[in-house]
């Protein structure tokens, strides 16, 4: 019981976790499409990618298919899982 406890914990803590960086992921795409298209960010190449972050962050962007599926079904197993 002790150990199923423990294991429900770390659960609900990975489900936070997961939560809080997909709507801190999807607030940074909301912002940097928002900042690129009202020009308060620089976008030359205008692929809603703040040019100012391409260097060092692009693969956030590239990546953001992916990374989203990666949140979605970690929260849904273990929402589906913690049921
Ligand atoms: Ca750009």
Redesign the pocket.
Known sequence: MYIYNQKLIKMSEVLITAIFAACLLGGVYIYAYWA?TSGSLE?????????SW?KNFKWLFTGKTVIMLILGLIIGYLIGAST
């Open positions: 690129t976008d030359e190449n205008q692929n809603f990618i703040p040019d391409e």
